[in-house]
Protein backbone atom coordinates (compact mmCIF):
# COMPACT_ATOMS: atom_id res chain seq x y z
CA UNK A 1 0.00 0.00 0.00
CA UNK A 2 1.67 3.08 -1.02
CA UNK A 3 1.44 5.63 1.55
CA UNK A 4 3.30 8.20 4.08
CA UNK A 5 4.21 7.95 6.99
CA UNK A 6 5.46 10.67 9.72
CA UNK A 7 7.52 10.30 12.77
CA UNK A 8 9.45 12.31 15.11
CA UNK A 9 6.92 14.23 16.94
CA UNK A 10 7.17 14.14 20.56
CA UNK A 11 7.13 16.21 23.80
CA UNK A 12 9.50 18.84 24.03
CA UNK A 13 10.41 22.00 26.24
CA UNK A 14 10.09 25.63 24.91
CA UNK A 15 13.24 26.42 23.26
CA UNK A 16 13.92 22.88 22.31
CA UNK A 17 14.17 21.54 18.64
CA UNK A 18 12.63 18.58 17.15
CA UNK A 19 13.59 16.90 13.40
CA UNK A 20 10.18 15.46 11.72
CA UNK A 21 10.60 12.83 8.99
CA UNK A 22 7.93 12.19 5.95
CA UNK A 23 8.62 8.74 4.89
CA UNK A 24 6.87 7.60 1.48
CA UNK A 25 6.24 3.77 1.57
CA UNK A 26 5.45 1.76 -1.85
CA UNK A 27 6.04 4.41 -4.24
CA UNK A 28 9.00 7.20 -4.69
CA UNK A 29 9.18 10.56 -3.54
CA UNK A 30 11.47 12.05 -5.77
CA UNK A 31 8.87 13.37 -8.27
CA UNK A 32 6.52 14.82 -5.87
CA UNK A 33 6.08 18.33 -4.02
CA UNK A 34 6.25 17.85 -0.57
CA UNK A 35 4.14 19.85 2.25
CA UNK A 36 4.05 20.00 6.06
CA UNK A 37 0.50 21.33 7.14
CA UNK A 38 0.14 21.35 10.89
CA UNK A 39 -3.39 21.51 13.10
CA UNK A 40 -4.17 22.37 16.57
CA UNK A 41 -7.37 21.57 18.74
CA UNK A 42 -9.73 24.33 17.98
CA UNK A 43 -7.51 26.33 15.38
CA UNK A 44 -7.64 26.15 11.81
CA UNK A 45 -5.21 23.97 9.69
CA UNK A 46 -2.16 25.41 8.30
CA UNK A 47 0.51 25.20 5.81
CA UNK A 48 4.00 25.17 7.91
CA UNK A 49 6.28 24.55 4.57
CA UNK A 50 6.33 23.06 1.31
CA UNK A 51 9.20 21.98 -1.02
CA UNK A 52 9.66 21.13 -4.87
CA UNK A 53 10.76 17.95 -6.35
CA UNK A 54 14.11 18.97 -6.67
CA UNK A 55 14.19 20.62 -3.67
CA UNK A 56 15.25 24.04 -5.34
CA UNK A 57 12.11 25.94 -4.19
CA UNK A 58 10.75 26.59 -0.29
CA UNK A 59 8.13 27.84 0.95
CA UNK A 60 7.67 28.88 4.95
CA UNK A 61 4.62 30.28 6.66
CA UNK A 62 5.26 33.50 8.71
CA UNK A 63 5.09 31.85 12.12
CA UNK A 64 8.14 29.50 11.44
CA UNK A 65 10.03 31.10 9.17
CA UNK A 66 13.70 31.50 10.64
CA UNK A 67 13.16 28.59 13.16
CA UNK A 68 12.13 26.32 10.69
CA UNK A 69 14.08 24.18 7.78
CA UNK A 70 12.32 21.87 5.12
CA UNK A 71 14.57 19.25 3.28
CA UNK A 72 14.54 16.10 1.16
CA UNK A 73 16.64 13.04 0.79
CA UNK A 74 15.44 11.25 -1.87
CA UNK A 75 18.00 8.98 -2.10
CA UNK A 76 16.10 7.65 1.30
CA UNK A 77 12.42 8.35 0.25
CA UNK A 78 12.24 10.96 2.97
CA UNK A 79 11.23 14.65 3.80
CA UNK A 80 12.62 16.34 6.86
CA UNK A 81 11.24 19.25 9.03
CA UNK A 82 13.71 20.85 11.16
CA UNK A 83 12.18 22.56 13.77
CA UNK A 84 14.69 24.68 16.51
CA UNK A 85 13.44 27.60 18.69
CA UNK A 86 9.92 25.72 19.33
CA UNK A 87 7.51 27.33 21.26
CA UNK A 88 3.79 26.33 22.93
CA UNK A 89 2.28 27.57 19.83
CA UNK A 90 3.82 25.03 17.70
CA UNK A 91 2.05 22.63 19.78
CA UNK A 92 -0.10 20.58 16.79
CA UNK A 93 -0.43 17.35 14.86
CA UNK A 94 1.62 17.61 11.94
CA UNK A 95 1.07 16.42 8.47
CA UNK A 96 2.80 15.52 5.65
CA UNK A 97 1.37 15.40 1.78
CA UNK A 98 2.63 14.99 -1.56
CA UNK A 99 1.81 16.74 -4.62
CA UNK A 100 1.64 16.09 -8.70
CA UNK A 101 4.38 17.60 -9.90
CA UNK A 102 3.99 20.62 -11.59
CA UNK A 103 0.34 20.77 -10.14
CA UNK A 104 1.42 24.56 -8.21
CA UNK A 105 3.93 26.57 -6.78
CA UNK A 106 5.38 25.77 -3.89
CA UNK A 107 3.93 28.68 -2.68
CA UNK A 108 0.82 28.05 -3.86
CA UNK A 109 0.25 24.36 -2.48
CA UNK A 110 1.50 25.75 1.27
CA UNK A 111 -1.69 27.29 0.97
CA UNK A 112 -3.70 24.36 0.02
CA UNK A 113 -5.36 22.82 3.24
CA UNK A 114 -7.59 20.75 1.80
CA UNK A 115 -6.37 16.43 1.98
CA UNK A 116 -8.25 15.95 -1.31
CA UNK A 117 -5.82 18.66 -3.26
CA UNK A 118 -3.21 15.57 -2.85
CA UNK A 119 -1.76 12.61 -4.10
CA UNK A 120 -0.64 11.68 -0.52
CA UNK A 121 -1.52 12.46 2.99
CA UNK A 122 0.26 11.17 6.27
CA UNK A 123 -2.08 10.50 9.42
CA UNK A 124 0.12 13.28 11.45
CA UNK A 125 2.24 13.26 14.11
CA UNK A 126 1.97 14.77 17.61
CA UNK A 127 4.08 17.43 18.45
CA UNK A 128 4.12 18.92 22.05
CA UNK A 129 6.05 21.96 23.60
CA UNK A 130 5.40 22.53 26.92
CA UNK A 131 7.17 23.03 30.25
Known amino acids: QSQLVESGGELVQPGGSLRLSCAAS????????IGWFRQAPGKEREGVSC????????AYAHSVKGRFTISRDNAKNTVYLQMNSLKPEDTAVYYC????????????????????????WGQGTQVTVSS
Open 97 to 120: AADTPGHATVQAMCAQLGSAWYDY
Open 26 to 33: GFTLDYYA
Open 51 to 58: ISSSGGST
